[in-house]
């Protein structure tokens, strides 16, 4: 069983940063690709980051390209993911994703959430105005 815990959500002002933290149970973390997705209350959950096992590649959703970054620390289990230029529209709930039962190969994998088989509880991000 593979558990994941979010943390680092809160209220920042429009132009401001937050870092979230997801630390992931299990004892294979470094084999697994992982992934950060969105949701507003009303919406679809939606694609954000994900990385694949080394950290070697990162993907991004267009919205976020060059104001998110996502890393990982396959010491510490952990993986991350620094937002910076924070946007009002950037308000959600943020969920980490594990991929454990198969290597994602091309970008439509990564960004698919039917791809991943474990999941967070949420952290809330909430960007004033």
């Known amino acids: 069983q593979v558990q994941l815990v979010e943390s680092g959500g809160g209220l920042v002002q429009a132009g401001g940063s937050l870092r979230l933290s997801c630390a992931v149970s299990g004892r294979r973390f470094s084999t697994y690709a992982m992934g950060w997705f969105r949701q507003d209350p009303g919406k679809e959950r939606e694609f954000v980051a994900a990385i694949n096992w080394s950290g070697g590649n990162t993907y991004y959703a267009d919205s976020v390209k060059g104001r998110f970054t996502i890393s990982r620390d396959n010491a510490k289990n952990t993986v991350n993911l620094q937002m910076n230029s924070l946007k009002p529209e950037d308000t959600a709930i943020y969920y980490c994703?594990?991929?454990?039962?198969?290597?994602?190969?091309?970008?439509?994998?990564?960004?698919?959430?039917?791809?991943?088989?474990?999941w967070g509880q949420g952290t809330q991000v909430t960007v004033s105005s």
């Open positions: 994703a594990a991929d454990t039962w198969r290597p994602p190969i091309y970008y439509s994998n990564y960004v698919d959430q039917r791809e991943y088989d474990y």
